[in-house]
């Protein structure tokens, strides 16, 4: 199939670009590069710089291009940074859909897969947390992600359009050839914080609380290799393709690691010392999130194959170790 990547200079975005193209399909990536590097997009994949507002010229690109799917994952995804300036999050993530969607719709394109997240979820009532547990998002991030998937559940009931949202857990390391990995500005993820202090860049790493009701007094949370995210991407495209309904799916591992766990696993990988801080709790992190996948399995045959936190850790490393800078960047 053709597909349109939007956001595929970022970090997911650019793993399933690969994970398309291993599969055969062809790929052109959308990408206002706010966010996304040029150099995490292959230089025999079309870029096109522009943004996703832009309805008139999406609309074009899709019509020329026969674009069959569209595959979004162009959005703000900082918890922090949502709650501080929410606007930029209602206008890249959810006026930026719409138009995406208007362009989607006057375009006829009839499949969607939506990059979504647990944080849709909240605080959580129970764990692992299933597909139909209440929508209680406690940061305008989140929101903004259950705004869209409304939106698409409306899209999909007027006129059609078939999509599939998947919400992720924490995704986490890198492709295994050291390629392409994670990198924000600023970084506020766990795994790269700690794997800079490895590097020598930061002084310590902090745990957020010490004190949550958790065996060793960490949050702990559903790492998922960036690899299996990819494939799931994959696996739903080709579940809609061949008839299947509009759907949302968790995905994660079903399996949690506490941050004491991958600071632990991170000197093990790297074989490096580092300072680690106990610092005070973060606001609005929940104790615990594990996701219940057993939907995404039964529907799709989805299974994560490369999210032990050893082999998570080992490609993270690969990449920090050989990109100290990350992309550098190629803008
Ligand atoms: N943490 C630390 N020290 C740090 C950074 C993080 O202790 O320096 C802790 C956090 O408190 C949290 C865990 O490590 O308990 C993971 O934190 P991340 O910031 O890596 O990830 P989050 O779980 O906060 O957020 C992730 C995604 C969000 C998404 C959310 C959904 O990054 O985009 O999962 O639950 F919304």
């Given at each position: ?186 970084e506020t993820h766990l795994i790269p914080l700690i794997l800079q202090t490895?590097?020598?860049?930061r002084?310590?790493i902090k ?125």
């Open positions: 199939m053709k597909i349109l990547v939007t956001g595929g200079a970022g970090y997911i975005g650019s793993h399933t670009v690969r994970a398309l193209r291993e599969k055969g399909h062809t790929v052109i990536v959308l990408d206002n590069l706010s966010r996304g590097h040029r150099g995490a997009v292959p230089g025999d994949v079309r870029l096109i710089t522009e943004d996703i507002h832009h309805v008139d010229a999406v609309r074009q690109l899709l019509i020329e291009e026969h674009i069959e799917a569209v595959m979004h994952f162009a959005a703000h995804s900082q918890v922090g940074e949502s709650m501080e300036n929410p606007t930029i999050y209602y206008d890249n993530n959810v006026v930026g859909t719409y138009y995406l969607l208007e362009a989607i719709r006057q375009a006829h394109v009839p499949y969607v897969v939506f990059s979504s997240t647990a944080a849709v979820y909240g605080e959580p009532e129970q764990t692992p947390i299933t597909e139909d547990m209440p929508y209680a998002p406690t940061n305008v991030y989140g929101q903004t992600k259950l705004m869209i998937e409304h939106m698409l559940a409306q899209f999909s009931r007027a006129y059609g359009l078939r999509y599939v949202a998947l919400r992720y857990f924490n995704a986490a390391g890198a492709a295994a050839d050291g390629t392409i990995g994670e990198d924000h500005t600023p490895a590097l020598g860049q002084k310590s745990i957020f609380g010490t004190d949550y009701p958790t065996p060793d007094g960490t949050c702990i949370r559903d790492y998922i290799h960036v690899t299996d995210l990819a494939a799931a991407h994959v696996r739903v495209l080709e579940y809609l393709a061949g008839g299947g309904e509009s759907q949302y799916f968790n995905l994660g591992t079903q399996q949690g690691m506490s941050v004491r766990q991958m600071i632990d696993a991170a000197k093990k990988v790297t074989g490096r010392e580092f300072a680690v801080e106990e610092a005070p709790r973060r606001a609005g992190d929940p104790a615990i999130l594990i996701a219940s996948s057993a939907k995404i399995q039964a529907v799709t045959g989805w299974k994560p194959t490369h999210s032990s936190v050893e082999t998570i850790m080992a490609d993270a490393w690969r990449w920090h170790h050989t990109h100290e800078h990350g992309y550098g960047d190629t803008k």
